[in-house]
Antibody, heavy 117, light 108 residues
Framework: EVQLVESGGGPVQPGGSRRLSCVAS????????MTWVRQSPGKGLEWVAN????????NYADSVKGRFTISRDNTKSSLFLEMNSLRAEDTAVYYC???????????WGQGTLVTVS | SHELTQPPSVSVSPGQTARITCSGD??????AYWYQQRSGQAPVLVIF???KRPSGIPERFSGSASGTVATLTIAGAQVEDEGDYYC???????????FGGGTKLTVL
């Protein structure tokens, strides 16, 4: 089944770090840009970061720039989000997504909750 | 603040047409995409590249655009269409993305 499965969420103290992972199944992971999107409790969707197929280009939202790092391992069909200097406002469900034509998400994971408190 | 502006809520009766707008300066140059998010679930793409429907999305969902406004239309809305709808686009001059604030659709 074509799917994305996130892991790594959980509680973390302010100022702490967390690494999220997303494993892709049943599609050629290395062919696609990938992205992270988050959703704070009761709030809307917020684009966080994306990365190109080879991992050489990454883009970040201003709210996470300098604190978060997106990366990937194509040999393991895996996407990562390294989150440092976490703040209460980073509390959210984090979704990984496959980008079609480097533009829109056509496949979403189920999300993983990070709670900064 | 959001670079894409949506109404917070839209309410229709079953069988009526629901229209959700998304306003943004980038939209004349960039495609709008629309996502449906039911409570407690991950978003689902319902319209891409302005007006195209992914396989499995009912024909009652359609998209259009005029100038700085993109519109998602649900013709003959059904109770199962309730949820939050988000427009999305890519920013001019970069590969970053932006979502609208979301619109809660109520069908009852």
């Amino acid at each position: 089944e074509v799917q994305l499965v996130e892991s790594g969420g959980g509680p973390v103290q302010p100022g702490g770090s967390r690494r999220l992972s997303c494993v892709a199944s049943d599609f050629t992971f290395s062919h696609f840009w990938m992205t992270w999107v988050r959703q704070s409790p009761g709030k809307g969707l917020e684009w966080v970061a994306n990365i190109n197929q080879a991992g050489g280009e990454a883009n970040y939202a201003d709210s996470v720039k300098g604190r978060f790092t997106i990366s990937r391992d194509n040999t393991k069909s895996s996407l990562f989000l390294e989150m440092n200097s976490l703040r209460a406002e980073d509390t959210a469900v984090y979704y990984c997504g496959r980008l079609q034509k480097a533009a829109h998400i056509d496949l979403w994971g189920q999300g993983t909750l990070v709670t900064v408190s | 603040s959001h670079e894409l502006t949506q109404p917070p809520s839209v309410s229709v009766s079953p069988g009526q047409t629901a229209r959700i707008t998304c306003s943004g300066d980038a939209l004349p140059q960039k495609f709008a995409y629309w996502y449906q998010q039911r409570s407690g679930q991950a978003p689902v793409l319902v319209i891409f590249e302005g007006y195209k429907r992914p396989s499995g999305i009912p024909e009652r969902f359609s998209g259009s655009a005029s100038g700085t406004v993109a519109t998602l239309t649900i013709a003959g809305a059904q109770v199962e269409d309730e949820g939050d709808y988000y427009c999305y686009t890519t920013r001019s001059g970069s590969n970053s993305g932006v979502f609208g604030g979301g619109t809660k659709l109520t069908v009852l």
